[in-house]
């Protein structure tokens, strides 16, 4: 049957192209959700990344007046939009990378698990159109709950013979960009000097900063330890009660999300980027998708570096998380399975 054979991208003129000596590679990004909350200033972002040729915006509502308008930022890439899920496919046709920040975000006194209804749907769809359009695409889940629609994204990629789950991703990057500031804050140093692993998944208690390989050296009595924890776990919740109603991170979660673009493009080009923590399909631990220090290639992920070295109280935490976590993965491949 055609389920049995792996899918294979009919070749348009740019994937011909990319085939021929002496030709450079080229990227092209696709931003599915494009004129939302994080969707614009993520494409602003990346128009400012060099490593970009073609940057292609999205969305279901017309984004034509967001992609004009960026579009005169006078850097070099083509910027092209469309709008309309009759449009999804060409959007993302032979891109090398799909972005998707679209979706409902948080009110407040929500929980993630709270969007999965609304935000599973869109996630789906998306997700179908990257498997007949881009089988080969790197593919970035923003959209809340990660911790279950990226399980189920690779379910449905399953579905579709167009699963690698090198190629799929759940955005934890603003966990990070979190810890790095708010460490680099108490420390007095720099936030480009900060670096600190931070694992599991991105909600609650599956957020885990592994203090103990920060450096520079965190250090503190317990429950400075644990009232940064907390903070760390409980940022997005500070920026929804702040916002009041009008939403959840955008801004940072965009400069999270294009932090990310760049090393999983530098992977791409070949060069050895940073390493990013990134919740992927994984086997460090029993939960079968989780975020650990991923290094990208031009394949996607090139290696997981896996589990850092975790102190007691780090190694209780895990334990905590796992089946929280793993509660979170489930619900998300019983919705894939029964769509
Ligand atoms: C965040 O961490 O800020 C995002 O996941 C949005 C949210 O709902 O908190």
């Known amino acids: 049957s055609s389920k049995s054979q792996p899918r294979v991208l009919r070749q348009c003129y740019r994937c011909w192209q990319l085939t021929q000596p002496g030709q450079l590679r080229t990227f092209k990004v696709t931003v599915v959700g494009a004129a ?18 073609e940057l292609v ?4 509502k017309e984004c034509k007046g967001v992609a004009t308008d960026i579009s005169h930022i006078c850097t070099q890439q ?38 999965f209804d609304a935000n599973a749907t869109v996630v789906a769809k998306v997700t179908q159109a990257v498997a007949a359009n881009a089988p080969s695409a790197l593919f970035a889940i923003i959209t809340n709950p990660v ?26 990057t603003l966990d990070v960009v ?47 330890i644990a009232a940064m924890k907390k903070r760390i776990q ?14 959840s991170a ?40 989780f975020a650990t220090p991923i290094e990208f290639g031009p394949k996607g992920i090139a290696q997981n570096l896996g589990l850092p070295e975790l102190d007691d109280t780090e ?9 929280e976590l793993k509660i979170a993965i489930d619900a998300g491949v019983k919705y894939a399975k029964s769509l």
């Open 57 to 60: 915006m999205h969305d279901l």
């Open 36 to 53: 939302g909350g994080v969707g614009q200033p993520l494409c602003m972002l990346l128009r400012l990344n060099k490593l970009i040729t």
């Open 78 to 115: 083509d910027v092209k939009s469309y709008a309309g899920a009759a449009n999804l496919g060409k959007a993302i046709k032979c891109a090398d990378i799909v972005i998707l920040p679209a979706g409902l975000p948080r009110k407040p006194g929500m929980q993630r698990d709270q969007l």
């Open 315 to 323: 190694k209780e935490d895990l334990k905590k998380l796992i089946p």
């Open 234 to 247: 409980n940022a997005g919740n500070e920026v929804v009660k702040a916002k009041a109603g009008k939403g």
């Open 178 to 224: 979190r810890t790095e500031k708010f460490v680099s804050d108490y420390l007095n140093v720099q936030p480009q000097k900060v670096k600190i692993p931070v694992i599991g998944g991105h909600s609650g208690i599956t957020i885990l900063p592994v203090f103990s390989q920060c450096k520079p050296v965190f250090t503190g009595e317990p429950d400075c």
């Open 147 to 172: 911790n279950s629609l990226v399980p189920m994204a690779a379910e449905i990629l399953k579905q579709e013979q167009a699963y690698d789950p090198n190629r799929l991703f759940g955005v934890t």
């Open 250 to 289: 955008t801004l940072s979660m965009a400069f999270a999300a294009a932090r990310l673009m760049n090393a999983m493009l530098l992977g791409l080009k070949g060069e050895k980027g940073p390493p990013e923590c990134v919740f992927v399909e994984s086997k460090v631990t029993e939960c079968p998708f």
